[in-house]
T-cell receptor, first 118, second 116 residues
Framework: GAVVSQHPSRVICKSGTSVKIECRSL??????MFWYRQFPKQSLMLMAT?????????EQGVEKDKFLINHASLTLSTLTVTSAHPEDSSFYIC??????????????FGDGTRLSIL | AQTVTQSQPEMSVQEAETVTLSCTYD???????LFWYKQPPSRQMILVIR????KQQNATENRFSVNFQKAAKSFSLKISDSQLGDAAMYFC????WGGGADGLTFGKGTHLIIQP
């Protein structure tokens, strides 16, 4: 079945560092990918929608300059957390849909990235 | 804006018993999708079951079934013959019809505990 690969699975870095997270669709093309954030014991909150070849759409309250999204190809979206601080520590999950074929295709999720900023 | 509410932070059930997880939602749309996702400790998001709002028949997937009440905007998940592997966080989620470029709106989740 369709698979979404997310890398890295775990990042620990110092405050002020920029961190890049990759999300790849392995066996389908995804013109749209989604980035979610999940705090401990909480739900997933949509951060932004990544659109291939165009600017990402950010949800209200999400800083676009802090969370840079690039969707340069039909199989890859990247999320860069710029100048990360401890409050950016969280679990980040991407998802993608194979939009070819039926419109009711579900979203396929990556395995997530646990980001810890010291 | 759509909202999804899960009023049970935690549920506990004996192995082999049946448990029902509640979910209500609010939307002004008439056509949409509803989902239940399972998130085990590994934090993978696993699709359990989905329902198209235009379908009157409740979706079923083996031991998992839903009770979809469109007028009441209710979408509960029933797990029959509970197994230890069912222990996880369960999230109810919503997406509007035709919203191929829309992300999912999730509820806060229900932590399901299976007692051996």
């Amino acid at each position: 079945g369709a698979v979404v690969s997310q890398h890295p699975s775990r990042v620990i870095c110092k405050s002020g560092t920029s961190v890049k997270i990759e999300c790849r669709s392995l066996d389908f093309q995804a013109t749209t990918m989604f980035w979610y954030r999940q705090f401990p014991k909480q739900s997933l909150m949509l951060m932004a929608t990544s659109n291939e070849g165009s600017k990402a759409t950010y949800e209200q309250g999400v800083e676009k300059d802090k969370f840079l999204i690039n969707h340069a190809s039909l199989t890859l979206s990247t999320l860069t957390v710029t100048s990360a601080h401890p409050e950016d520590s969280s679990f980040y999950i991407c998802s993608a849909r194979d939009l070819q074929g039926r419109s009711n295709q579900p979203q396929h999720f990556g395995d997530g990235t646990r980001l810890s900023i010291l | 804006a759509q909202t999804v509410t899960q009023s049970q932070p935690e549920m506990s059930v004996q192995e082999a018993e049946t448990v029902t997880l509640s979910c209500t939602y609010d939307t002004s749309e008439s056509d949409y999708y509803l989902f239940w996702y399972k998130q085990p400790p590994s934090r993978q998001m696993i699709l359990v079951i989905r329902q198209e709002a235009y379908k009157q028949q409740n979706a079923t997937e083996n031991r998992f079934s839903v009770n979809f009440q469109k007028a009441a905007k209710s979408f509960s998940l029933k797990i029959s013959d509970s197994q230890l592997g069912d222990a996880a966080m369960y999230f109810c989620a919503y997406r509007r019809w035709g919203g191929g470029a829309d992300g999912l709106t999730f509820g806060k989740g229900t932590h399901l505990i299976i007692q051996p």
